[in-house]
């Protein structure tokens, strides 16, 4: 019986014993045997990662520790107060800075984590500068779909295309490749979005408070 092979009965016995206190939860326990292999010697990194079909499905769920990292870390929340501060009461240069936090986050982290980081953000900006939330949400979510567009790893399928074209021999893309195409097309959103939020409006009230369409909800809790 040689070593590599106790090392396998032994982490076989380990890892059902966890799977029998349940401690840690059970995915954690197949990603720890995952790393252990390579790590042993026992399997080369490709051969660890092969169940996963392609390296582009670790590559994707790295993105999104990063982009937890960035949530958890609170570097998404200063820069969101970072932004209310130097927008001011200006409208123009809250929407300029919105689009481009949201846009630069997104390219390195998945953009519907960073669309959600930033709702409460603007919805707390609006309603401090009365305005309707729909002249901020409607750029929030323009900027999140332009993200896509500014590097390799901004959405899965810049990448898969990529790996496809590796894959049959073909150059494929770097890094940077999408974004000289992302950064006009974020200038012209913004552009746009600086032209057209007067069509978003609200009616605010006197208090300071935006009237806006009523839904279900409302007509539940009010009948």
Same mark, same amino acid.
């Given at each position: 019986?040689?070593?590599?092979?106790?090392?396998?009965?032994?982490?076989?016995?380990?890892?059902?014993?966890?799977?029998?206190?349940?401690?840690?939860?059970?995915?954690?326990?197949?990603?720890?045997?995952?790393?252990?292999?390579?790590?042993?010697?026992?399997?080369?990194?490709?051969?660890? %990662?092969?169940?996963?079909?392609?390296?582009?499905?670790?590559?994707?769920?790295?993105?999104?520790?990063?982009?937890?990292? %960035?949530?958890?870390?609170?570097?998404?929340?200063?820069?969101?107060?970072?932004?209310?501060?130097?927008?001011?009461?200006?409208?123009?240069?809250?929407?300029?800075?919105?689009?481009?936090?949201?846009?630069?986050?997104?390219?390195?982290?998945?953009?519907?984590?960073?669309?959600?980081?930033?709702?409460?953000?603007?919805?707390?900006?609006?309603?401090?500068?009365?305005?309707?939330?729909?002249?901020?949400?409607?750029?929030?979510?323009?900027?999140?779909?332009?993200?896509?567009?500014?590097? %390799?790893?901004?959405?899965?399928?810049?990448?898969?295309?990529?790996?496809?074209?590796?894959?049959?021999?073909?150059t494929g893309f770097s890094f940077f490749s999408f974004t000289p195409f992302g950064l006009v097309v974020l200038v012209l959103g913004i552009g746009y979005m600086l032209l057209t939020r007067h069509w978003l409006n609200g009616e605010v009230r006197k208090d300071g408070r935006v009237e806006t369409r009523r839904t279900l909800l409302d007509l539940v809790l009010d009948?």
């Open positions: 019986m040689n070593q590599e092979l106790l090392w396998v009965l032994g982490l076989l016995a380990i890892v059902i014993l966890l799977f029998v206190i349940n401690r840690p939860r059970m995915d954690v326990v197949a990603l720890l045997v995952i790393l252990a292999l390579p790590l042993l010697g026992i399997l080369t990194v490709e051969q660890a %990662l092969a169940g996963f079909s392609d390296p582009n499905v670790v590559l994707i769920a790295a993105l999104f520790v990063i982009g937890e990292g %960035l949530v958890r870390t609170g570097i998404a929340y200063r820069i969101g107060e970072w932004m209310s501060e130097r927008a001011g009461n200006s409208e123009a240069r809250l929407l300029v800075l919105l689009m481009v936090a949201v846009a630069g986050l997104g390219s390195i982290m998945s953009s519907t984590g960073v669309v959600a980081i930033f709702i409460p953000v603007v919805l707390s900006i609006a309603a401090r500068l009365k305005l309707s939330p729909s002249r901020l949400m409607m750029p929030l979510a323009f900027a999140g779909l332009i993200s896509g567009m500014l590097s %390799l790893v901004a959405t899965p399928p810049n990448v898969v295309v990529h790996s496809e074209l590796v894959r049959n021999g073909e009948y």
